[in-house]
């Protein structure tokens, strides 16, 4: 049967993206093995796996039954030959591990276009007839939601693509439009009650939108890990909007972190 054209280019980006991911792991694993306890090391694999667990619940639905996502929870549980737990396991194994579920989703994703039935095995998300997982529910302003899931995907496309000053910049945006969200869902009273500056909400800085979603407890303490620039990201854009300071890998998914934590603040559920 004829592949949607749609769904065409879904299965592409998906498999470019995870191709991306691959090459991303096969690095942090040489790093692994030379030096597995590294403390530079072991942060990138963190994000690594952090990033690798954002894209297998894309593909499997959010459903934790979904076999992608239990090959990707069985990557970090090695078993011996009797089936206990093995303690102890070289982080780098994991890896490996998680890798090979990477190249399972490629093989899946590729097989869609192979002849009739290829449906059956046709994750969740990447499905023209279901809706992808919606990240920015918890957003009170409604007409946000499907900017804030456009910018999203864009700024996961550029940090794929090194483009580290847009990754960093479009985090920053949904950053700063997440927790505006949040502050006027809060109403003037409160906010007063907490010392607001004067004017519009919008018009206060980033950094004092931050501090006082913090203080009113909307937010918890994960924006102190947001890298200085990410701070005054408005600050240093020139005309076009581009960064004008050389942004690094490390700030910028370090921003896409500490975005993921805030997202969690505010929707508890997710």
């Given amino acids: 049967m004829p592949i949607d054209e749609s769904l065409r280019t879904q299965i592409e980006t998906y498999v470019s993206h995870l191709n991306g991911l691959?090459?991303?792991?096969?690095?942090?694993?040489?790093?692994?093995?030379i030096d597995p306890f590294n403390p530079a090391a072991m942060?990138?694999?963190r994000a690594w796996q952090e990033d690798c667990g954002v894209t297998i619940n894309q593909l499997s639905g959010g459903s934790k039954s979904h076999w992608l996502a239990r090959s990707f929870s069985g990557a970090?549980?090695?078993?011996?030959?009797?089936?206990?737990?093995?303690?102890?396991?070289?982080?780098?194994?994991?890896v490996k591990r998680l890798i090979e579920v990477l190249e399972q989703a490629i093989a899946t994703l590729s097989g869609m276009e192979n002849g009739p039935g290829f449906s059956e095995y046709l994750?969740?998300?990447?499905?023209?007839?279901?809706?992808?997982?919606r990240r920015f529910e918890f957003v009170h302003n409604s007409d946000l939601r499907p900017v804030l899931e456009q910018a999203y995907a864009d700024s996961?496309?550029?940090?794929?693509?090194?483009?580290?000053?847009t990754a960093l910049r479009t985090s920053c945006g949904i950053l700063e439009a997440i927790v505006t969200d949040g502050l006027e869902f809060k109403g003037p009273?409160?906010?007063a009650a907490a010392g607001t500056p004067t004017g519009k909400i919008g018009d206060w800085p980033f950094e004092t939108r931050l501090a006082l979603a913090e203080k009113i407890?909307?937010?918890?303490?994960?924006?102190?890990?947001?890298?200085?620039?990410?701070?005054?990201?408005?600050?240093?854009?020139?005309?076009?909007?581009?960064?004008?300071?050389?942004?690094?890998?490390?700030?910028a998914r370090q921003t896409g972190q500490v975005l993921h934590v805030i997202m969690r603040d505010l929707d508890p559920g997710r």
């Fill in 217 to 251: 407890g909307l937010i918890r303490g994960g924006c102190a890990r947001l890298p200085a620039v990410a701070r005054k990201y408005r600050d240093h854009a020139d005309a076009d909007r581009n960064v004008s300071v050389p942004i690094s890998e490390r700030e």
């Fill in 43 to 45: 942060a990138a694999t």
């Fill in 189 to 191: 009273d409160a906010l």
């Fill in 156 to 165: 996961r496309r550029a940090l794929e693509q090194k483009d580290y000053d």
């Fill in 76 to 94: 970090f549980l090695m078993r011996s030959a009797d089936g206990r737990a093995v303690a102890g396991v070289p982080p780098s194994d994991i």
């Fill in 22 to 33: 691959i090459r991303r792991g096969r690095q942090v694993c040489e790093t692994l093995v």
């Fill in 123 to 133: 994750p969740a998300s990447a499905s023209s007839n279901t809706p992808a997982p």
